[in-house]
């Protein structure tokens, strides 16, 4: 199957900072990724579809100046925590669709503490 | 975006069939049934999906009723590495359309 290319695995930062998480399809192009986010024991939460080359879409009650997405290429999509808050600590988890495939394939996540 | 229903939680015992039920009463005709499941601390892996027929892959089966109403994933002989929290999900039949997790069903396997 395709493969989803997420990275860090793990960061630690604090309050204030931003955090960059990368998405990548590494065998495949992707016009559209989607972000989740998932707290302990729950279930994932769609934030955002991420679109090349143009402006994401985000759900209702994400913040898009809090969580910024940018989709530069057909590979590639990037989520920015910014001013990262305790409350933002959580498994961020990235998925694309290859073109023609009904299936979705996700990367390993990010979990991300902010003290 | 429809809605899925499934238990919380079940349990089997190791190398015995285990029966995962979703109900998803307002599904569409456009609608795919999707299943995926994931290990703690991990993505969401696939496992199988359908329209209307059932299907088998390596992984599993699928079963769809007759109305679409409800469905069940079939693990024919259960490990303990199938122990994983199972999502069943519907998604337009339009390639790239999001996918909204229900609370899925978390698989216990006893040995």
């Known amino acids: 199957g395709a493969v989803v290319s997420q990275h860090p695995s793990r960061v630690i930062c604090k309050s204030g900072t931003s955090v960059k998480i990368e998405c990548r399809s590494l065998?495949?192009?992707?016009?559209?990724m989607f972000w989740y986010r998932q707290f302990p024991k729950k279930s994932l939460m769609l934030m955002a579809t991420?679109?090349?080359?143009?402006?994401?879409?985000?759900e209702q009650g994400v913040e898009k100046d809090k969580f910024l997405i940018n989709h530069a290429s057909l590979t590639l999509s990037t989520l920015t925590v910014t001013s990262a808050h305790p409350e933002d600590s959580s498994f961020y988890i990235c998925?694309?669709?290859?073109?023609?495939?009904?299936?979705?394939?996700f990367g390993s996540g990010t979990q991300l503490s902010v003290l | 975006d429809a809605k899925t229903t499934q238990p919380n939680s079940m349990e089997s015992n190791e190398e015995e069939p285990v029966h995962l039920p979703c109900n998803h009463s307002?599904?569409?005709?456009?609608?795919?049934i999707h299943w995926y499941r994931q290990l703690p601390s991990q993505g969401p892996e696939y496992v199988i999906h359908?329209?209307?027929s059932n299907v088998n892959n390596r992984m599993a089966s699928l079963a769809i009723a007759e109305d679409r109403k409800s469905s069940t994933l079939i693990l024919h002989r259960a490990t303990l590495r199938d122990a994983a929290v199972y999502y069943c999900?519907?998604?337009?039949?339009?390639?790239?359309?999001?996918?909204?997790f229900g609370t899925g069903t978390s698989l216990t396997v006893i040995p």
């Open positions: 999900i519907l998604s337009l039949r339009v390639a790239g359309n999001q996918f909204y």
């Open positions: 307002t599904i569409s005709g456009t609608d795919y």
């Open positions: 359908g329209l209307t």
């Open positions: 998925s694309a669709t290859p073109s023609g495939d009904e299936k979705l394939f």
């Open positions: 991420s679109n090349e080359g143009s402006k994401a879409t985000y």
């Open positions: 065998d495949f192009q992707a016009t559209t």
